[in-house]
């Protein structure tokens, strides 16, 4: 079956830290780039970062340049995303999504095909 | 940083056409892509590269892109068709993905 599942989400403090995961199934995980992007509670859709097939590339909104860090283990079809220093405005529900051509680059203009169901990060004191 | 504009709302009675409109500095010249979400759902894919429909989105769905402006298009709008719908570009000069801000489709 051709999905993606997101985990590690949770209800944390500010400042602290969280590992999401997006695990994949059902197509060559390793041939495309991947994207996160997350959507505040009842808010529009942001996109946050990109990492290319082989993880040589990565890209993030200038919103968590510096605190997010992505990243994939394609051994496991996993792709990943340590939040550190958190903040409030960090509280939503992240997607992660695969693009639709297997060309494995991060920068192009490829449309995000595939979402997975998300998993929400509550930043509160 | 790249800005995108769609309308906050449009509402359309049953059976018309639905159009939403997404504006940016020479959108023409980048490639536009449409999603729809559903209440607590996650994004679908319903247009790509300006006009290009997935397999599985209806015909009913189309986009184009001109200037300053793109679009959607729903025709024969049906009660399922109402949802949140975003456009969405690359921004190459930053290498960042934009989001219009979304624009919620009402069906009267």
């Known amino acids: 079956q051709v999905q993606l599942v997101e985990s590690g989400g949770g209800v944390v403090q500010p400042g602290r830290s969280l590992r999401l995961s997006c695990a994949a199934s059902g197509f060559t995980f390793s041939s495309y780039a991947m994207h996160w992007v997350r959507q505040a509670p009842g808010k529009g859709l942001e996109w946050v970062a990109v990492?290319?097939?082989?993880?040589?590339?990565?890209y993030y909104a200038d919103s968590v340049k510096g605190r997010f860090t992505i990243s994939r283990d394609n051994s496991k079809n996993t792709l990943y995303m340590e939040v550190n220093s958190l903040r409030t405005d960090d509280t939503a529900l992240y997607y992660c999504?695969?693009?639709?051509?297997?060309?494995?680059?991060?920068?192009?203009?490829?449309?995000?095909?595939?979402w997975g169901q998300g998993t929400m990060v509550t930043v509160t004191s | 940083s790249y800005v995108l504009t769609q309308p906050p709302s449009v509402s359309v009675a049953p059976g018309q056409t639905a159009k939403i409109t997404c504006g940016g500095n020479?959108?023409?010249?980048?490639?536009v892509n449409w999603y729809q979400q559903k209440s607590g759902q996650a994004p679908v894919l319903v247009v790509h590269d300006d006009s290009d429909r997935p397999s599985g989105i209806p015909e009913r769905f189309s986009g184009s892109n001109s200037g300053n402006a793109a679009s959607l298009a729903i025709s024969t709008v049906e009660a399922g068709d109402e949802a949140d719908y975003y456009c969405q570009v690359w921004d190459s000069r930053g290498d960042h993905w934009v989001f219009g801000g979304g624009t919620k489709l009402t069906v009267l």
């Open positions: 999504a695969r693009v639709m051509v297997d060309l494995g680059v991060a920068a192009t203009n490829d449309a995000f095909v595939m």
């Open positions: 990492i290319s097939y082989d993880g040589s590339n990565k």
């Open positions: 020479n959108i023409g010249s980048k490639s």
